[in-house]
């Protein structure tokens, strides 16, 4: 991923106070990699027409300002989750386990500058169990 400023921008004023940004730094929350794998597997049990889906997302480490010293870093985390659903003609039923490894990240940050919380940032959900019903009408 070549995210990133393709000329000088020297008036931007940056969350972290500093003024100007250069060609070449990377945009503010684009990390180098990124990705997802999504597979589903349909089956039935006796006349129940069921699948199975899981999720893979990784999301590789970024920064919330264009000069690194001074942001605060977000990313280099990955994600499991898992569905199981079934499909009743208008009724649909999913039982989902998301963040199943409980996995901890940084999705969106910013560098405060009240001393108590230098840093104030989005985390990745914890573990979650559920399910969802959705009914066409």
């Given at each position: ?81 898992l569905r199981l659903g079934v499909d009743l003609g208008a009724l649909s039923l999913v039982a ?42």
């Amino acid at each position: 991923n070549r995210a990133e400023l393709t000329e000088d921008v020297p008036d931007l004023l940056q969350s972290s106070g500093i003024v100007g940004a250069e060609s070449g730094d990377r945009l503010i929350g684009a990390p180098q990699v990124a990705g997802s794998l999504d597979l589903q597997y349909d089956f039935r049990v006796g006349s129940l027409p069921l699948w199975l889906r899981g999720e893979y997302q990784y999301q590789g480490e970024s920064y919330s300002d264009f000069t690194r010293a001074a942001a605060a870093e977000m990313g280099d985390y990955s994600v499991v989750n898992l569905r199981l659903g079934v499909d009743l003609g208008a009724l649909s039923l999913v039982a989902y386990a998301e963040n199943v490894a409980d996995g901890d990240g940084i999705v969106n940050a910013m560098v405060n500058y009240f001393p108590a919380y230098p840093v104030i940032a989005i985390r990745v959900p914890p573990r979650t169990f559920g399910v969802t019903a959705t009914l066409a009408f």
